[in-house]
């Protein structure tokens, strides 16, 4: 049985990574951050529980890291925690930089350390990208990297850390370059699940309008579960190497919206406004991914579509609420 120790195990992409890998008959463990609430720590994988186990870690906590890695002895390593949000990175940039950076440098040394025969999978972001866009509309691989938030910016130093330990100690370490993705597990401040809940809110006469950010800015939007299985095959690549993750098409917030609210039965123009505490300092325009890297390697394609996404995130909502 092989075994698998994921970062942020609790967030949506590690929940729907943990229930792969079970469902490939690997043994999971992960560690979660102490909260004060612990009802909603681990929430999102309470439903499965063989062959899973989870404790509290944080990446700020070296030798913590290095004590589970070397208990556990994993084949693989998969940091997906992170401060994620890029508006509120804007709010608390130190620690975004110390959780995102330097956790990401702590853990890598951690797996160095008690590990180094297993192999190590970082989640980047198309956020490194921010304003650089290649001629023909896309982000690759190729593609320079001009982040524009302090998310942005901690990512890019975990991207190239990465590639310096890969070929500073001869480690098996690759970056996944994920475009945004989404699901019902998403978090409600962000804005996909915050404009499905409350475009349903409205819809069943629990709130009355809806206040968002910037609606003109376009991003390439695909599911969680598509893209956690990318991560698999890109961690278990025969050759340490870094992938974009992308559907390859892009949408703006206004059409998302426009979508949802339509699917409702609403008009979103009679219930939406835009508030400027949701705005960015330095705004990103435009995310569109070229994937052919990681889809002619692996014959990877996305099972769902943008619309299959953002009905399942409303029948999600419809049914919760």
Known sequence: ????????????????????????????????????TPEHQQSRIDFVRENLHVSYGDLLDVSGLERVLQKVNPDEVYNLAAQSHVRISYDIPQFTAQTNALGTLNILEAFRNACPEAKFYQ???SEMFGSA??????????????????????????????HNYRNAYKLHAVNGILFNHESPRRGSN????????????????????????????????????????????????SMADD?????????????????VFKQLGLDYQEYVSQNPNFLRPEE???????????????????EYTFHQLMDEMIEFWMEKL
């Not at 866009?133 to 990465?162: H, L, M, W």
């Not at 962000?190 to 003109?216: H, P, R, S, W, Y």
């Not at 325009?285 to 990877?300: A, I, P």
């Open 284 to 302: 990103l325009t435009y995310l569109r991914g070229d994937s052919s890297k990681l889809r002619s390697t692996f014959d990877w394609t996305p």
């Open 243 to 259: 992938f974009v993750v992308a559907t390859g098409q892009t949408h703006s917030v206004r059409e998302m919206t426009d979508y």
């Open 123 to 125: 989640a980047s972001s």
């Open 133 to 162: 866009v290649d001629e023909d509309g896309f982000q690759r691989e190729t593609t320079p990297f001009k982040p524009v938030s302090p998310y942005g910016c901690s990512k890019v130093f975990a991207y190239n850390i990465v």
């Open 190 to 237: 962000f804005v996909t699940n915050k404009v499905v809940k409350g475009a349903v809110l409205i819809k069943k006469g629990m709130a009355k309008n809806l206040e968002l950010g910037n609606m003109d800015s376009f991003r390439d939007w695909g599911h969680s579960k598509d893209y956690v299985k990318a991560m698999h095959k890109i961690i278990n690549h």
């Open 1 to 36: 049985m092989k075994k698998a120790f994921i970062t942020g195990i609790g967030g949506q992409d590690g929940s729907y990574l943990t229930e792969y890998l079970l469902g490939l008959g690997y043994e999971v463990h992960g560690i979660v951050r102490r909260n004060s």
